[in-house]
């Protein structure tokens, strides 16, 4: 049973074209994740919905647009790709309330742009 | 600035010995959350042990363990009888504020030696 999935886990694709990552989870959580992970490992937030709605855009160029079609499930889209965006991008979910606030993180999709 | 700081870049341990690995962090929260988090070469993030910060205790997961101390803002892990398997890059992270979004160290990559 695979708590947070992610597809695709590699995609290669050159400067100029537009590109989807799919994140599913099946822990009933209410919050959703995206992050960023750098070539140096740095992790950093993008943005986060709870219940759909979008609680946080952490100042991410407007070619990344995230879309929550229900709470099991968070996209995210990016346009005219740009070498820049070469990275690993990792989906989480969480449970908002209840104090238990561990996130639980996909496997990661290397994004590599030519 | 809210920050999560990791000094060791790296550290090397024997297999079966006690390795620590250095954590501090800034907040201005009195109710907040720690986080270990591994990342084996896999790339998947695995949480390894959290510190609710309302509590004294210090948390433990079979052989890891924490060194939380408050005023000082510091939360080390300690990781007893190591195993080759143990080898990874090891975040810490905090929990920040009513978003939850994670904030995170720079990483430790740790090696066990045979």
């Known amino acids: 049973d695979t708590a947070v999935s992610q597809t695709p886990k590699y995609l290669v694709t050159q400067m100029g074209n537009d590109k989807s990552i799919k994140c599913e989870q099946n822990?009933?959580?209410?919050?959703m994740y995206w992050y960023k992970q750098d070539s140096k490992k740095f992790l950093k937030i993008m943005f986060s919905?709870?219940?759909?709605?979008?609680?946080i855009n952490e100042t991410v160029p407007n070619r990344f647009s995230p879309k929550s079609p229900d709470k099991a499930h968070l996209n995210l889209h990016i346009n005219s790709l740009e070498l820049g965006d070469s990275a690993v991008y990792f989906c989480?979910?969480?449970?908002?309330?209840?104090?238990?606030?561990?996130?639980?993180f996909g496997p990661g999709t290397r994004l590599t742009v030519t | 600035a809210q920050t999560v700081t990791q000094s060791q870049p790296e550290m090397s341990v024997q297999e079966a010995e006690t390795v620590t690995l250095s954590c501090t962090y800034d907040?201005?929260?009195?109710?907040?959350?720690l986080f270990w988090y591994k990342q084996p070469p896999s790339r998947q993030m695995i949480l390894v042990i959290r510190?609710?910060?309302?509590?004294?205790q210090n948390a433990t997961e079979n052989r890891f363990s924490v060194n939380f101390q408050k005023a000082a803002k510091s939360f080390s892990l300690k990781i007893s009888d190591s195993q080759l398997g143990d080898a990874a890059m090891y975040f810490c992270?905090?929990?920040?504020?009513?978003?939850?979004?994670?904030?995170f160290g720079t990483g430790t990559l740790l090696a066990v030696q045979p």
């Open positions: 989480a979910s969480s449970q908002a309330s209840g104090r238990i606030y561990e996130q639980y």
């Open positions: 822990l009933g959580h209410d919050t």
């Open positions: 919905y709870n219940n759909k709605e979008l609680i």
């Open positions: 907040t201005s929260e009195s109710d907040y959350y």
């Open positions: 510190q609710e910060a309302y509590k004294q």
């Open positions: 992270a905090r929990r920040g504020g009513a978003t939850n979004k994670l904030i």
